[in-house]
């Protein structure tokens, strides 16, 4: 039996009007989606990116006119940012002025890192653990330790006036 010519069709337009607006749904609901994820996702995965220093690592000590010819030991702290994980690290320099530069050595022993003492009447530095010495350069004048003390880079900010570390 054929179908008569005044039969008419199943409406074809009803269910493609239906698929087309399913589809139109589906992209707004994607892109409404992707408005909302994409910076939210960016924000998460933005300290693994940037990882490491939160600044550009140089830490001031203060006003550069607080330091001068002799060597003097300055705490400071800076923020630290590794992935998720934020954190407040301590750490303690000596800094002096030679000649026209300015010089900083870290204070911690390269035996086993406690914190060494400058002895000015004796121009070296001692560690209280095991009796390491080193020199006004922080070159090892006395074992255990094996390695010099770190120099670590200093600069004079000429815009705000401050004696500045680079942390390593
Ligand atoms: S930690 Fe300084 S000599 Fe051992």
Known sequence: ???????PSPAPTTDATRRRFLGLSALVSALTSALVLVPGLGAFLAPLIKQGKETDGWVSLGKATRFGSERKA??????RQDGWYRSLQSR???VWKDGDEWAA????????GCAVQWKAEERKFHCPCH????DQTGAIVLPPADRPLERLQV??????????????
């Open 1 to 7: 039996m054929s179908e008569s010519p005044e039969t």
């Open 74 to 79: 300055v705490p400071f702290t800076f923020a």
């Open 92 to 94: 303690q320099v000596v």
């Open 105 to 112: 050595l870290s204070t911690r022993c390269t035996h086993l």
């Open 131 to 134: 009796g390491a010495e080193f």
């Open 155 to 168: 600069r004079e900010n000429k815009q705000t006036g401050n004696l500045e570390v680079k942390e390593s």
